[in-house]
């Protein structure tokens, strides 16, 4: 079992950075893909838009078309972490951002995605 609590959310103006935090528990956190996903109203967990993963195995790191060049995820083994560095943000990129694990591959699918956060908002002001 893996819980997962997300930090850093908040209100920025565009051009700003965030940076957010996933703290996971549990011993089988390092063998867990994760993934950042962010949701806006009117779409469910299916329509989860993907921003970034971070593969287990190799430490491969993907990332959605949107946010290429602005956003970075990394990874803290030894603090059970994974972070998402966002810069340039955009008030396209306001959403409510979710953390995931899976125990495959990094996926761009939600649904395959085992565990999630709670969720953090983030809202960018023009």
């Known amino acids: 079992q893996v819980q997962l609590v997300e930090f850093g959310g908040g209100l920025v103006q565009a051009g700003g950075s965030l940076r957010l935090s996933c703290a996971a528990s549990?011993?089988?956190?390092?063998?867990?893909?994760m993934g950042w996903f962010r949701q806006t109203p009117g779409k469910g967990r299916a329509g989860r838009e993907f921003?970034?993963?971070?593969?287990?195995?190799?430490?491969?790191?993907y990332y959605g078309d949107s946010v290429k060049g602005r956003f970075t995820i990394s990874r803290d083994r030894t603090k059970n972490t994974v972070y998402l560095q966002m810069n340039s943000l955009e008030p396209e990129d306001t959403a409510v951002y979710f953390c995931?694990?899976?125990?495959?591959?990094?996926?761009?699918?939600?649904?395959?995605?085992?565990?999630w956060g709670q969720g953090t908002q983030v809202t960018v002001s023009s």
């Open positions: 921003v970034a993963g971070i593969s287990t195995s190799d430490g491969t790191i």
């Open positions: 549990g011993r089988t956190f390092s063998s867990y893909s």
């Open positions: 995931a694990g899976t125990p495959g591959p990094v996926y761009r699918n939600p649904i395959l995605y085992t565990y």
